[in-house]
């Protein structure tokens, strides 16, 4: 078992794993400094992975040896990508999101296109060796037979007993990040919340929607959806996670 996580407040903000033993987290890679941070990481095959946030390139490392072996490029097709943890791009009109998912025979990236503050598409790419022997991601039709369940910090998986349907189902909570301007009134006037218009309690993009996306049938469809008044702040609350029995 290795626990891995990102680091992003210290100075040399970047990717830490320990194992069971270990007396301290272990620093993997070189010193980055904060604008140079990791936002997703993934453990597959005996190497580690880490998708940067400054240039959306993916660090390769030797999981043995924690050697740096490659850089792989964003994926195709992609430029406009965004990330909660860094809080950068989310207030486009239209932006991207990726999140890393190993599957037990490959890894894969699920690409969430967000237009007009809801997800419209995702796309699928596997992680290849090429003709020249690196790494790169490749457009793939789905990712087997599993349900994916992604948010905007993490991502997990579990095969698919065909109950909803076969193939890959994807499904994604998005939610309105902490450092969004919806929620300036409130820090700004506090005895103006839920009057003010620029309120996050007045803007129907803002709360947690959980949504539900069949490949096969190339459907998708909002399953849940919390009002921004119950859920209170986008800052005081505590981030969706999927867990899985």
């Not at 400094?33 to 998708?51: E, R």
């Not at 037979?145 to 994604?172: C, K, P, Q, V």
């Amino acid at each position: 078992m290795t626990v891995m996580m990102c680091h992003m407040m210290h100075r040399e903000a970047g990717m830490f794993f320990c194992r069971p033993g270990d007396a301290a987290w272990t620093k993997v890679g070189e010193a980055n400094n904060i604008g140079h941070g990791y936002f997703d990481l993934a453990y597959h095959d005996g190497k580690m992975f880490g998708m940067q946030h400054n240039n959306y390139q993916m660090s390769v490392f030797d999981a043995a040896t924690l050697g740096a072996l490659q850089l792989v490029g964003r994926p195709p097709a992609t430029t406009m990508f965004a990330n909660k943890m860094y809080g950068i791009g989310v207030e486009m009109e239209k932006f991207d999101y990726a999140h890393l998912v190993a599957l037990p025979s490959r890894l894969v990236l699920v690409r969430s296109t967000v237009k007009s503050a809801r997800p419209v598409a995702f796309t699928i790419f596997e992680l290849v060796s090429g003709p020249d022997g690196q790494l790169a991601w490749r457009k793939v039709t789905d990712a087997g037979n599993y349900e994916l369940f992604l948010d905007g910090y993490h991502a997990t998986f579990r095969e698919n007993d065909a109950a909803n349907g076969s193939g890959t189902r994807i499904y994604y909570v998005h939610d309105t990040p902490w450092n969004s301007s919806t929620a300036a009134c409130c820090y700004d006037n506090k005895s103006e919340c839920g009057t003010a218009a620029g309120c996050y309690k007045n803007k129907p993009e803002c709360g947690t929607a959980v949504y539900c996306y069949s490949v096969h049938d190339n459907k998708l469809e909002c399953v849940y959806k919390s009002s921004p008044k119950d859920d209170g702040p986008p800052g005081c609350s505590t981030k969706p996670s999927w867990f899985i029995p």
